[in-house]
T-cell receptor, first 117, second 110 residues
Framework: NAGVTQTPKFRVLKTGQSMTLLCAQD?????MYWYRQDPGMGLRLIHY???????AKGEVPDGYNVSRLKKQNFLLGLESAAPSQTSVYFC????????????????FGQGTRLTVV | DAKTTQPNSMESNEEEPVHLPCNHS???????IHWYRQLPSQGPEYVIH???SNVNNRMASLAIAEDRKSSTLILHRATLRDAAVYYC???????????FGTGTKLQVIP
């Protein structure tokens, strides 16, 4: 099983360049998330989606945009990259349970290491 | 948001049990307690979660205090592969924003 797949795994950008990170899940999950993790820090939520065609802001949304045109894909875009966006980006997905709501297991990708110079 | 407090680091000898504590004194009645771990250079991995009762699975046990203001993740026999950062997280029934703290870095000594 592929689970959650992130593309690319590594990328170096110059300041001002744009790029899109792709997250794909094959588990038919409703919910998808993008996090960033800076050195020695925990994960911070950038944006999330509760279903196809819907997105919402997390803790640190500035400088990022997202889209979820298909249920299995969640795209994270950087329109004009800045050195402060150097980080490791993780995508995750999860499902909803009738009894526990969002309290189910979340599956994470292996991460994308982005360096902005 | 209800917050959690964990020790920055802990050590354990291999094949010994490990008890990882988490304080969440402002927990609400509808918050579930989740634990994830992150091995070096990998994405977080789900460990266990619970609401009120103690929970067991193949990876670990979760002991929840009667007043729910604290919980303990129990690894019954630590192995070198259990060396990771362990995150204790609270999550409301329908609340999507999940906050990860800095977690506890567990070192396992051979």
């Amino acid at each position: 099983n592929a689970g959650v797949t992130q593309t690319p795994k590594f990328r170096v950008l110059k300041t001002g360049q744009s790029m899109t990170l792709l997250c794909a899940q094959d588990m038919n999950h409703e919910y998808m998330y993008w996090y960033r993790q800076d050195p020695g820090m925990g994960l911070r939520l950038i944006h999330y989606s509760v279903g196809e065609g819907t997105t919402a802001k997390g803790e640190v949304p500035d400088g990022y945009n997202v889209s979820r045109l298909k249920k299995q894909n969640f795209l994270l875009g950087l329109e004009s990259a800045a050195p402060s966006q150097t980080s490791v980006y993780f995508c995750a997905s999860s499902y909803s349970d009738p009894r526990a709501g969002v309290n189910t297991e979340a599956f994470f990708g292996q991460g994308t290491r982005l360096t902005v110079v | 948001d209800a917050k959690t407090t964990q020790p920055n680091s802990m050590e354990s000898n291999e094949e010994e049990p490990v008890h990882l504590p988490c304080n969440h004194s402002t927990i609400s009645g509808t918050d579930y307690i989740h634990w994830y771990r992150q091995l070096p250079s990998q994405g977080p991995e789900y460990v266990i979660h619970g609401l009120t009762s103690n929970v067991n699975n193949r990876m670990a046990s979760l002991a929840i205090a009667e007043d729910r203001k604290s919980s303990t993740l129990i690894l019954h026999r630590a192995t070198l592969r259990d060396a990771a950062v362990y995150y204790c997280i609270l999550r409301d029934w329908g609340y999507q924003k999940v906050t990860f703290g800095t977690g506890t870095k567990l070192q396992v000594i051979p």
